[in-house]
Structures are given as structure tokens and as C-alpha cells.
């Protein structure tokens, strides 16, 4: 079956702009996740759906970061007024369910943020 | 809070040769989920294998096995007759049984490079 996908795949902007990223997980899952992977800070964890559930957005760096999930699939994270040091690759996973350790995260391709 | 520790920041295997990869990981939960990851330079994050924390047998997934050893925290990713295509980053990763269970911790991985 289809994995998860992120769109774009490359996003170059100017400081200042707002940029948003999508993702669209597998079929059926019900937990969606975000994260941020950067040369300096490793893999890093930004925000977390599931279900209905109200998600965790304790990851997010900022107030300038936000992030929603309609229909409780296809999840958008915004960046207002970007700033150099959000330039990162930002990947997208989802799992089954999100709750019991056995369960895995299965990630998209990421999108590769640059901000000149 | 989970802490993943991968102290080889690159290694070498020859084509065909068995490599392993170290991981050693800290956490106060009573259960808790390992994983790990492949991430070629293409960017995706792919899943190789997990293992659990009561699992009484080493996980295994065609070459990929795992060596856990709870008493002393390590769950070393071992390779089997290396192939070109295994050249790639690798990311030990833990999830706990906690309050923020679902979230993913990873170390800072290891590059892999296989030479033929």
C-alpha cells in the first residue's frame, strides 16, 4: 500500500515568509506525528495526533510553528515569519495506533526546508 | 525521560562482512519499545527491525538482527553479509511506556559505508 507522503519535497523562502508543509499518512492510521531533523539538533520531536484527541504540540519550538490535521488524516505544519534556523529537513510519520510501545512510526520522505 | 547514546559516528564494513552497530539506551520506564532505522541519502526514514522490552528472544528481519542486552542497556543492530546498498545512516531509537510514550527519541546516528 501507498506510505506516507510529503509534499513539497524541497521548499526554498525568504526570512520572513510563512511556508506550510503537508503530509498525508497511511491509510488507517490513527496517530500522526512531526518532527525536525537538523545537522545540529539530531531528530527532534514537534507535534503529535491522535484521533480526535487534542495533540501534543510540547515539541514546537515556537509560537511561529502550529500545526492541524483535518478529518483526521491530512496534517498541515505552519511556519509564520520564518527565521535561518528553521531550515531542516522536517519529516512526517504516522503508526497504527500511537499508544503501545510495539507500535511503529513508519516516516514520509520529509520535506527539506531552506530559508535564505 | 529515554536517552539514546550511539558513540560510532561512522564505520566501515567490507561487502559481504557482518557489521555491528552500537546502541545503548537509558530510561526509567518499566516498558518500553527499541527501533531502528535506515536513512539513505535519499532522506526517508526507513524501518529495519524492533524489539521489545520483555521479549525474551533477539528480534531478527531477514539480515537485520538485534543483540538486546536489557541488564546492560544496549540493543546493538547487527548486519549480515553487508550489501552496497546498506551504506546509509543509521538511527537507534526508543519509545517508553510513559506520559509521552508515543514520541520517538533518537541518538545521533551512525554512517555506514560499505566498501565493495
Known amino acids: 500500500g501507498a506510505g506516507v507522503s510529503q509534499s513539497p519535497s524541497n521548499k526554498v523562502t525568504e526570512k520572513g515568509k510563512d511556508v506550510e508543509l503537508r503530509c498525508d499518512p497511511i491509510?488507517?492510521?490513527?496517530?500522526l506525528y512531526w518532527y525536525r531533523q537538523s545537522l545540529g539538533q539530531g531528530l527532534e520531536f514537534l507535534i503529535y495526533?491522535?484521533?480526535?484527541?487534542?495533540?501534543?504540540k510540547s515539541g514546537l519550538p515556537s509560537d511561529r510553528f502550529s500545526a492541524e490535521r483535518t478529518g483526521g488524516s491530512v496534517s498541515t505544519l505552519t511556519i509564520q515569519r520564518t527565521q535561518q534556523e528553521d531550515s531542516a529537513v522536517y519529516l512526517c510519520?504516522?503508526?497504527?495506533?500511537?499508544?503501545?510501545?510495539?507500535?511503529?512510526?513508519?516516516f514520509g520522505p520529509g520535506t527539506r526546508l531552506t530559508v535564505l | 525521560a529515554q536517552k539514546i547514546t550511539q558513540t560510532q559516528p561512522g564505520m566501515f564494513v567490507q561487502e559481504k562482512e557482518a557489521v555491528t552497530l552500537d546502541c545503548t539506551y537509558d530510561?526509567?520506564?518499566?516498558?518500553?519499545?527499541l527501533f531502528w532505522y535506515k536513512q539513505p541519502s535519499s532522506g526517508e526514514m526507513i524501518f529495519l527491525i524492533y524489539q521489545g522490552s520483555y521479549d525474551q528472544q533477539n528480534a531478527t528481519e531477514g539480515r537485520y538482527s538485534l543483540n538486546f542486552q536489557k541488564a546492560r542497556k544496549s540493543a546493538n543492530l547487527v548486519i549480515s553479509a553487508s550489501q552496497l546498498g546498506d551504506s546509509a545512516m543509521y538511527f537507534c531509537?526508543?519509545?517508553?511506556?510513559?506520559?509521552?510514550?508515543?514520541?520517538?527519541?533518537f541518538g545521533k546516528g551512525t554512517l555506514l559505508t560499505v566498501n565493495p
Open positions: 510519520a504516522s503508526s497504527l495506533r500511537g499508544l503501545a510501545v510495539t507500535d511503529t512510526q513508519y
Open positions: 530510561t526509567s520506564d518499566p516498558s518500553y519499545g
Open positions: 491509510s488507517g492510521h490513527t496517530a
Open positions: 495526533f491522535q484521533g480526535n484527541s487534542a495533540p501534543d
Open positions: 531509537a526508543m519509545r517508553g511506556s510513559g506520559g509521552s510514550n508515543y514520541k520517538l527519541t
